[in-house]
């Protein structure tokens, strides 16, 4: 099972990997996840990555294709992976391809421009272990601190209205475009983000049922 989300940033995609990945026992893999750790440990990949983050500019392509292909090789791999946040450019999805990876089906979930900018507002993230809430679509238990880990979460700082806008403009331009890319290989079905989080669950279920059977 070798499954892609797509979406603008704030859609959901993020959410709904890792709630596969737990049904199903194979990882989700975010790169946004493993560049803002590297950020935050302070590697030279980070060092180079945060400049773009902070602007709400793609990371160039060969790094996050670098950054892939260490991950995909991996043990916990074999059984099948989430892409999270990756394809982002056509580029990416043909580096992909080149890797012979062999894409089994492509989620895009549909969230209007205006309803992103609204959603992005009330994401917070910890600090620590990274785990993503939203005040009204995913709360925290205590509303304050991380459930994993009880540090504090905050707002991330590419999830400023500013920087939002740059992101959502990115994504049309350059991301939008693998919708095609995946239906031209009759591999991409979209989904429409709902209100409530366990609604876009069930739609997203639903196509996985359709297209592995279980
Ligand atoms: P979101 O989906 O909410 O926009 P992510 O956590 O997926 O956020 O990504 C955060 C940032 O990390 C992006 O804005 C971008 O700068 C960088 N990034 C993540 N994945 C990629 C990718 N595949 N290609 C280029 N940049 C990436
Ligand atoms: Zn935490």
Redesign the pocket.
């Known amino acids: 099972m070798r499954i892609i989300f797509l979406?603008?940033?704030?859609?959901g995609?993020?959410t709904q990997s890792e709630l596969i990945s737990a049904q199903y026992g194979i990882p989700a893999i975010?790169?946004?996840?493993?560049?803002?750790e590297a950020i935050a440990t302070g590697t030279d990949m980070g060092l180079e990555?945060k400049a773009?983050?902070?602007?709400?500019?793609?990371?160039?392509?060969e790094?996050?294709i670098g950054?892939?292909k260490e991950r995909l090789v991996k043990d916990d791999c074999k059984k099948g992976f989430i892409l999270?946040?990756?394809?982002?450019?056509v580029a990416?999805a043909e580096a992909l391809d080149e890797m012979g990876v062999d894409i089994d089906l492509v989620i895009s979930i549909e969230v209007k421009d205006e309803d992103i900018v609204k959603r992005?507002s009330g994401?917070r993230v910890c600090g620590s272990c990274g785990s993503s809430y939203h005040i009204v679509y995913k709360p925290s238990r205590s509303g304050e601190q991380c459930d994993k880990c009880g540090s504090d979460l905050s707002i991330?700082a590419?999830?400023k209205p500013e920087?939002v806008l740059d992101?959502l403009r990115?994504?049309h331009e350059m991301t939008e475009p693998l919708k095609d890319y995946y239906k031209s290989k009759g591999k991409c079905v979209e989904v429409e983000g709902q209100e409530i989080l366990d609604d876009t669950s069930a739609l997203v279920r639903e196509q996985i049922a359709l297209a592995f059977g279980k």
């Open positions: 979406g603008a940033p704030g859609a995609k993020g975010s790169t946004g996840a493993i560049i803002r990555a773009y983050t902070e602007k709400g500019m793609l990371v160039p392509d790094v996050v950054i892939i999270d946040g990756f394809p982002r450019t990416q992005m994401r991330r590419d999830d920087v992101r990115v994504y």
